[in-house]
């Protein structure tokens, strides 16, 4: 168990639908980062978080945003949503904002557009 | 542009032989380079990270990794695998120039008994 949790677990939507996954870091750690991992793309780094403030964008799509609150939980929003989007959502957090701080991985959500 | 290889998608072992999991990356100035092993139905865990240095990293599980920055490689060895290394494997790199990591495509490790 690395500390990260993820809900939902699993999400089934249809197309054209908005959802929103929600990450809560490790207690302590200030960073939040997304990924994407589906057939078509493999993983795919999608945008980092530092203590509230957006810190690095990846490969996210102009439908998707996501945001860090004060608690430092993050969520990411998904809207306007196509087949593609089916995916493995991964929150991972670190203590700090840099890249060679161990990042903790949660357990994802699985999402499904029909 | 920006690349990671990871040559071979799948790759099986006998239970106790070495492994080596190749990864080679696009030229830029040297990057932070990640190997992550990701179980069946899990997230990633991070086995090792090299940044500068010793170009020889030792990670978790037994797992170490060479820099060799004339072949723009970051190859993942283990000198005897075991049955729960059965997993996908992927090599990462964090590129400074325009802050970007980039994944390999993943290796899939099958331990045969």
């Known amino acids: 168990d690395s500390g990260v949790t993820q809900t939902p677990k699993h999400l089934i939507t249809a197309t054209g639908q908005r959802v929103t996954l929600r990450c809560s870091p490790r207690?302590?750690?200030?960073?939040v980062y997304w990924y994407q991992q589906s057939l078509d793309q493999g993983l795919q780094f999608l945008i980092q978080?530092?203590?509230?403030?957006?810190?690095a964008k990846g490969n996210i799509l102009e439908r998707f945003s996501a945001q860090q609150f004060p608690d430092l939980h993050s969520e990411l929003n998904l809207s306007s949503l196509e087949l593609g989007d089916s995916a493995l959502y991964f929150c991972?957090?670190?203590?700090?904002?840099?890249?060679?701080?161990?990042?903790?991985f949660g357990p994802g959500t699985r999402l499904t557009v029909l | 542009a920006q690349s990671v290889t990871q040559p071979d998608i799948h790759i099986t072992v006998s239970e106790g032989a070495s492994l080596e999991l190749r990864c080679n990356y696009s030229?830029?100035?040297?990057?932070?380079l990640f190997w992550y092993v990701q179980s069946p139905g899990q997230g990633l865990q991070l086995l090792l990270k090299?940044?500068?240095?010793?170009?020889l990293v030792q990670g978790i599980k037994g797992f170490e990794a060479e820099f060799k920055r004339s072949q723009s490689s970051f190859n993942l060895r283990k000198p005897s695998v075991h049955w729960s290394d059965a997993a996908e494997y992927f090599c990462?790199?964090?590129?400074?120039?325009?802050?970007?990591?980039?994944f390999g495509q993943g290796t899939e490790l099958s331990v045969k008994p």
């Open positions: 030229y830029g100035a040297t990057p932070y």
């Open positions: 978080y530092y203590n509230g403030e957006e810190r």
């Open positions: 090299y940044f500068s240095g010793d170009t």
């Open positions: 207690s302590g750690d200030l960073s």
């Open positions: 991972a957090s670190s203590v700090e904002t840099g890249w060679s701080d161990t990042q903790y």
């Open positions: 990462a790199v964090w590129y400074n120039q325009g802050g970007k990591l980039i």
